[in-house]
Nanobody, 114 residues
Framework: EVQLVESGGGLVQPGGSLRISCSAS????????MSWVRQSPGKGPEWVSR????????TYADSVSGRFTISRDNAKNTLYLQLNSLTPEDTAVYYC???????RGQGTQVTVSS
């Protein structure tokens, strides 16, 4: 069974940083491109970032480019997202997504507030 379990979310002040993680199991993680998607209350899902299977190519939404960094450790079956210079507009539930079939985890809440 494919499982994606996000963790690391929390409450952070504007301008702060956070690293969230996604632990993958039930499939050969190193073979698949992965993404992060977020959803704020009352809004549709927003794609945030993508990384290829080997971790050699990354892409970002304009709204997070230069502030967020996606990475992966294929030996640990784990996907990461480093969030820097956070603003209240980054408040959302963040989901990791297995790109080929859009399987996603339960999400982790990131709240940016003073």
């Amino acid at each position: 069974e494919v499982q994606l379990v996000e963790s690391g979310g929390g409450l952070v002040q504007p301008g702060g940083s956070l690293r969230i993680s996604c632990s993958a199991s039930g499939f050969t993680f190193r073979l698949y491109d992965m993404s992060w998607v977020r959803q704020s209350p009352g809004k549709g899902p927003e794609w945030v970032s993508r990384i290829n299977s080997r971790g050699s190519r990354t892409t970002y939404a304009d709204s997070v480019s230069g502030r967020f960094t996606i990475s992966r450790d294929n030996a640990k079956n784990t996907l990461y997202l480093q969030l820097n210079s956070l603003t209240p507009e980054d408040t959302a539930v963040y989901y990791c997504v297995k790109d080929n079939d859009s399987t996603r985890g339960q999400g982790t809440q990131v709240t940016v507030s003073s």
